[in-house]
């Protein structure tokens, strides 16, 4: 079978890097790109060139962002004395989507995990503390995977919270085992808020 053109190899080819995509799913997009208007190629190329530029990440709590802060962060009507810790920005627009939450998050950026060299530097565990000293903060909740690395990072910040003037919660073990919170239902996830247990 001949090669591909090399301008659809190469779209394949990135396209290929997106997480969940293969490189048989990755070519059915690049054709479906190909099948449409040039005018769609055009918007799409443009609105992937203006990404870097016209999003950012909230300056207190990492979550995307437009200016300094983010919508929730700048928001009066949200609770800032309880911070949410979740792992990334996916888990955060789940929650979010659940309406049960009505505080402030706080986005680690993954979760340690030694296999692949990720540490507690690696993440952003000092931002998280210096909010907790500046910021009047009643509670923290632990909203990292029910996964063996999310389970470990909750108890590492578990530690390091141990003995401040502060609540330290988890959401409940009702989340399924190894599952992300992205993927779980509105329910599910306001159930295992509304249930979340504190941690002595």
């Known amino acids: 079978m001949d090669a591909l053109p090399q301008a659809l190899e190469r ?7 997106l997480p969940g995509v293969g490189e048989r799913s990755a070519q059915r997009l ?3 790109i190909l099948s449409q208007p040039p005018a769609y190629a055009e918007s799409l190329s443009h609105a992937l060139a203006g990404l870097h530029a016209g999003v950012g990440f909230c300056q207190q709590c990492h979550h995307l962002a437009t200016a300094r802060l983010c919508v929730v962060c700048g928001d009066p009507r949200r609770d800032a004395r309880t911070i ?15 309406g049960e939450f009505h505080g402030h998050y706080h986005v680690l950026g993954g979760v340690l995990s030694p ?13 998280l503390l210096g909010r907790l000293a500046t910021d009047s903060v009643e509670e923290v909740i632990l909203a990292t995977s029910i996964s063996v690395e999310g389970e ?14 502060v609540r330290t919660s988890r959401i409940a073990s009702g989340v399924p085992q190894g599952t992300d ?12 808020l509304k249930a979340r247990q504190t941690l002595s």
């Open 84 to 98: 949410c810790v979740v792992e990334g920005i996916a888990d955060l627009l789940a929650i979010e989507r659940s």
């Open 30 to 32: 690049a054709l479906h």
């Open 115 to 127: 296999l692949r060299g990720i540490g507690p530097r690696d993440l952003r565990i000092d931002d």
């Open 11 to 17: 779209l394949t080819a990135l396209l290929g890097r």
């Open 152 to 165: 470990a990072t909750a108890s590492y910040l578990h530690g390091l919270l141990r003995g401040r003037a």
């Open 181 to 192: 919170l992205q993927y779980l239902d509105h329910g599910t996830l306001s159930r295992a």
